[in-house]
């Protein structure tokens, strides 16, 4: 029996621009996905209600990792117990947490020695696979932790950051939000394009200012990147209210993170307001919680 375990993540900025190859500001937080695989009769999913063979529409991201190690050795029965501390659906990079923690610990049960760079490659291969168009952000920074710059692949200098994340509770499909920006884009290519590079440039902007620990001037580029958000269409009335009642308790920069549509906002705060910062979002109807951000990528818990 073998565990793994990989942490979910928040976009400091770039999300649904990082598509389309444009730069991207990504962090790991203290939340894990836990995988363990053990010898089993058949290739089957362990659940509170038993074991139930892999399905892949209820599985999609287990399945198609599976199919992948069908290509790499010889698989015939194993069970997959999955426990998540990230809520699913929310924009903290549950899809890529649970892909990445699957490939380390079938990577370990069968041998197949994998380097951190091929299970980050295969897990954005699944993630694009299922939600029909992918950025390698989330496998990436599951895989590597800490604080990531994509499609650069580089991982920026680690600062112990403490979130508040609000989350709405309203699942949103990553798939179906992508897919809805990539339908507009398509009927407004040049308005669309530029917005794509304009959060880039916060992306890039940014960076040097999280590098020197201007939580001020990161927060104001937050707040820019959440209006383009919400110009994409990936806002909605429940996330803006976390948002702003963030902002009025006190928050630095707050905004989406994820796919939006639905799920978490983030919300950067001083030491001393987060606590408020946290009531506010939970008076505004959120699910609010302080996470911390993760230096620690994937890893094997106990074999
Ligand atoms: N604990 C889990 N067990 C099995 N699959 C999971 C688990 N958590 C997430 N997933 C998979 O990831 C999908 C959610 O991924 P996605 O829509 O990208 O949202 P996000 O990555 O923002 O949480 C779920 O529908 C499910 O297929
Ligand atoms: C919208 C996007 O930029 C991030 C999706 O993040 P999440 O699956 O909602 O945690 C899509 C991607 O980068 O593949
Ligand atoms: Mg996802």
């Known amino acids: 029996m073998i565990t793994s375990s990989a942490p979910g993540k928040i976009f400091l900025f770039g999300e649904h621009a990082v598509v389309y190859g444009k730069t991207a500001i990504a962090c790991?937080?203290?939340?894990?996905?836990?995988?363990?695989?053990?010898?089993?009769p058949s290739i089957q999913m362990k659940g509170p209600g038993g074991s139930i063979d892999l399905n892949p529409r209820k599985h999609p991201y287990i399945y198609s990792v599976v199919e992948k190690f069908k290509g790499l050795t010889d698989v015939t029965g194993v069970s997959?117990?999955?426990?998540?501390?990230?809520?699913?659906?929310?924009?903290?990079?549950?899809?890529?947490?649970?892909?990445?923690?699957?490939?380390?610990?079938?990577?370990?049960?069968?041998?197949?020695?994998?380097?951190?760079?091929?299970?980050?490659?295969?897990?954005?291969?699944?993630?694009?696979?299922?939600?029909?168009?992918?950025?390698?952000?989330?496998?990436?920074?599951?895989?590597?932790?800490?604080?990531?710059?994509?499609?650069?692949?580089?991982?920026?200098?680690?600062?112990?950051?403490?979130?508040?994340?609000?989350?709405?509770?309203?699942?949103?499909?990553?798939r179906k939000i992508v897919s809805n920006v990539a339908a507009l884009r398509e009927r407004h290519p040049i308005v669309i394009g530029q917005i794509m590079d304009t959060i880039s440039a916060i992306s890039e902007t940014g960076v040097d200012f999280i590098q020197e620990g201007d939580f001020h001037t990161v927060g104001e580029l937050m707040n820019i990147n959440q209006g383009l958000l919400d110009s994409i269409g990936v806002g909605s009335k429940e996330l803006s209210e976390l948002v702003y009642a963030s902002r009025k308790a006190g928050a630095l920069g707050s905004k989406i993170t994820g796919a939006g549509g639905g799920g978490c906002m983030i919300a950067l705060c001083e030491h001393k307001n987060l606590s408020r910062v946290a009531h506010a979002v939970k008076r505004a109807g959120g699910d609010s919680f302080i996470c911390r951000t993760s230096n620690t990528g994937v890893r094997i818990e106990t074999k």
């Open 80 to 174: 997959i117990d999955i426990h998540s501390d990230i809520p699913v659906g929310s924009g903290l990079g549950s899809s890529a947490a649970v892909t990445i923690a699957t490939i380390k610990a079938l990577d370990a049960y069968y041998e197949t020695n994998l380097t951190l760079e091929d299970i980050a490659q295969m897990g954005h291969l699944v993630e694009s696979e299922v939600q029909g168009r992918a950025s390698p952000t989330d496998t990436f920074v599951s895989t590597f932790g800490g604080m990531v710059q994509i499609p650069d692949r580089k991982k920026l200098g680690f600062h112990d950051m403490l979130i508040v994340i609000g989350n709405t509770g309203k699942f949103s499909s990553t």
């Open 28 to 40: 790991a937080i203290d939340l894990r996905a836990h995988v363990t695989v053990d010898e089993a």
